[in-house]
């Protein structure tokens, strides 16, 4: 079963797909946020082409666990994906998950101007590489 993972944010959509078995994740591609009807159609598309079949999305919360104004946004962004594809939709705790994908890229020796590029996929796959780890499905 391959799911696409994504970490949105205001200004992208950080997308990452497991593999066909579930059990790696990794980063396709950042997602420049325009409209939300572009935004649903890109997505569609990934879904389309790889035959994606359940969207797991990260959730922002704050460090003691509560839901703050940026996890309110991704609420309402996971209601439009509803109204427009009809997949399973699950939310993943991504608290950190940019702070990782950060770490990994320094620690391969990505300059600051290519990380800035490719932070928010990696992003997404932290989120979803957490998410298959963890055995949930």
Do not use: C, H
């Amino acid at each position: 079963m391959r799911i696409m993972g994504l970490d949105v944010g205001d200004k992208t959509i950080g997308v990452a797909l497991s593999d066909p078995l579930g059990w790696t994740a990794q980063g396709l591609e950042v997602i420049r946020r325009d409209t939300i009807e572009k935004d649903m159609n890109r997505l569609a598309q990934i879904i389309s082409e790889y035959s994606v079949e359940r969207i797991l999305v990260g959730m922002p919360k704050n460090m003691n666990g509560t839901v703050g104004s940026q996890g309110e946004k991704v609420l309402a962004f996971i209601e439009k994906v509803k109204e427009k594809i009809d997949l399973p939709i699950k939310t993943w705790d991504e608290r950190l998950s940019t702070v990782a994908a950060e770490k990994m890229l320094i620690q391969a020796d990505v300059s600051r101007g290519k990380r800035k590029k490719v932070i928010d996929k990696m992003a997404a796959a932290v989120i979803l590489q957490g998410y298959l780890d963890s055995g949930a499905k």
